[in-house]
Structure formats: structure tokens, C-alpha cells
């Protein structure tokens, strides 16, 4: 157990819709990070939010946002889906907002897999 | 742009030795970083690179040359529960994470 909550565990929508997937970072954690990763495909960085700001900016889509609340815990919002947005998005934590050269480890939460119909 | 290139596949028995290779084009990083996943499981970090040479933890080891941009993940004493994907990830100057395209490893008995 990584210590990095996400909810909900699955989910299962229609094209057009919208949706909210919320994480939760290890106590402590002021840096959390969202990646896709589709079938048999490889984890997209997506964006990374640290102490409620954004810091930086993958690829990320126009139909999907996100922000980091004064609690820590992070909502991605997904908007518009399409059949291709089905796949697993993983949240991720860390201490710090990595300096250079520094390492600071990522801590994944389980994922929630997302469901276009 | 960035990119890394890694084996889609690897097999070796239990007890061998497999080196899963990450090489890269990217104009510039911090340094390299691996990670392991389980089939439905979320990725674990497993080793960092932040300059050239080999890096120790315990079964693993990871190494770097950024003259040869070029890097691997060695795994010693195969077990059955390192099946797995494993992943070479950098983080480049412009903040953004690159992942590669993961290794996926199968320990045969």
C-alpha cells in the first residue's frame, strides 16, 4: 500500500459525458502527478500539481483539467469523453517538487479504470 | 522531442541474470529512473540514475551513460514474482515526465 488513495476504483460512462476522478497523496505529500496509461500502452504523463499550483504540463488534453485543493487532494476532470479516453489513470505523490538533479520518488495510488461506451 | 526506446519483451528462467535496455533521445534530463509493474498493479519505483555509472539495490541495479544515452536495468536471481513490466522514465529539464514503452518480463521455472 503506497499510502495514495483514488476513487472510484472503476468507472463506466458514455461518449459525451463528464466525469471526476479524485486522488488523495501520502500524508505529507505536497506534489501529485496524473498519468493515462491505455491498453497495453505505456503511462502518459499527464500534469503535476505541487502545494496547488501547477508545475508542469504533459500531454494533456483541452477536454481534461485539473487542480490540487488546499487539503492536497487532486481532481482530474474529463470532459467530452470519447471512446479513446478508456484506459487507466493513475495518480501519483511526492515529497517535493524535484529539484534538479534530486530524485524524488513517485508513489502510485491503484488507478481507476475509466470506461467509454 | 523525447523519447525512449526499450525491448517490448524479455524472457529468462529463475536464478539467471536479465538486463532490460532503455536507450533515449532527449535533449537534456535529470536523470534516469525505473520503475516495475505488476499485471493490475500500480508502477513501484525501483532505481535512479542521477549520473553515469551503476547504482545498487539489493537484486537490481541500474546504470547510466549520458554520453551514450543509454542506460539498463540488470536484475540478478531471477524469481517467479519479478514477472512484470518494468518501465525507464526521465524527467526532462522542461519539468515534463517521459516514460518508455516498458519491458515486459516473463521468469520461466
Known amino acids: 500500500d503506497s499510502g495514495v488513495t483514488q476513487t472510484p476504483k472503476h468507472l463506466i460512462t458514455a461518449t459525451g459525458q463528464r466525469v471526476t476522478l479524485r486522488c488523495s497523496p501520502r500524508?505529507?505529500?505536497?506534489?501529485v502527478y496524473w498519468y493515462q496509461q491505455s491498453l497495453d500502452q505505456g503511462l502518459q504523463f499527464l500534469i503535476q500539481?505541487?502545494?496547488?499550483?501547477?508545475?508542469a504540463k504533459g500531454n494533456i488534453l483541452e477536454r481534461f483539467s485539473a487542480q490540487q485543493f488546499p487539503d492536497l487532494h487532486s481532481e482530474l476532470n474529463l470532459s467530452s469523453l470519447e471512446l479513446g479516453d478508456s484506459a487507466l489513470y493513475f495518480c501519483a505523490s511526492s515529497g517535493g517538487p524535484v529539484t534538479s538533479g534530486g530524485q524524488e520518488t513517485q508513489y502510485f495510488g491503484p488507478g481507476t479504470r475509466l470506461l467509454v461506451l | 522531442g523525447q523519447s525512449l526506446e526499450q525491448p517490448s519483451e524479455v524472457t529468462a528462467v529463475e536464478g539467471a541474470i536479465v538486463q532490460i535496455n532503455c536507450t533515449y533521445q532527449?535533449?537534456?534530463?535529470?536523470?534516469l529512473s525505473w520503475y516495475q509493474q505488476h499485471d493490475g498493479g500500480a508502477p513501484t519505483f525501483l532505481s535512479y540514475n542521477a549520473l553515469d555509472g551503476l547504482e545498487e539495490t539489493g537484486r537490481f541495479s541500474s546504470f547510466l551513460s549520458r554520453s551514450d544515452s543509454y542506460g539498463y536495468l540488470l536484475l540478478q536471481e531471477l524469481q517467479m514474482k519479478d514477472s512484470a513490466s518494468y518501465f525507464c522514465a526521465v524527467r526532462n529539464y522542461g519539468q515534463n515526465f517521459v516514460f518508455g514503452p516498458g519491458t515486459r518480463l516473463s521468469v520461466l521455472p
Open positions: 532527449t535533449s537534456g534530463f535529470y536523470g
Open positions: 500539481y505541487y502545494n496547488g499550483e501547477e508545475r
Open positions: 500524508s505529507g505529500d505536497l506534489s
